[in-house]
Nanobody, 117 residues
Framework: QVQLVESGGGLVQAGDSLRLSCAAS????????MGWFRQAPGKEREFVAR????????YYTDSVKGRFTISRDNAKNTVYLQMNSLKPEDTAVYYC??????????WGQGTQVTVSS
């Protein structure tokens, strides 16, 4: 089992920055990759970014490229999502997830990000 706890959400204005954190515990040695997802009101959950647990390979959805950066600190078992130049359309509940094999197997509880115009 892997437990994930997100933090760092909040209410900001357009153009501001936020850094989300996702602390992993449990069988972290089994993690292959970590991802960030988001779900806006009335919309389906969408992929935001991914990073391999061991390695520097990253991948982003087009709408956040150049604004968001995913990173990790293995010593702290923590993954971060640095979000710059935030837009109102970035408003959503952000979730981190851990991929062991195949699909993402474990999810955090989510943290709300609200961007006002």
């Amino acid at each position: 089992q892997v437990q994930l706890v997100e933090s760092g959400g909040g209410l900001v204005q357009a153009g501001d920055s936020l850094r989300l954190s996702c602390a992993a515990s449990g069988r972290t040695f089994s993690i292959y990759a970590m991802g960030w997802f988001r779900q806006a009101p009335g919309k389906e959950r969408e992929f935001v970014a991914r990073i391999k647990w061991n390695g520097d390979n990253t991948y982003y959805t087009d709408s956040v490229k150049g604004r968001f950066t995913i990173s990790r600190d293995n010593a702290k078992n923590t993954v971060y999502l640095q979000m710059n130049s935030l837009k109102p359309e970035d408003t959503a509940v952000y979730y981190c997830a851990a991929k062991i094999t195949g699909t993402y197997n474990y999810w955090g509880q989510g943290t709300q990000v609200t961007v006002s115009s």
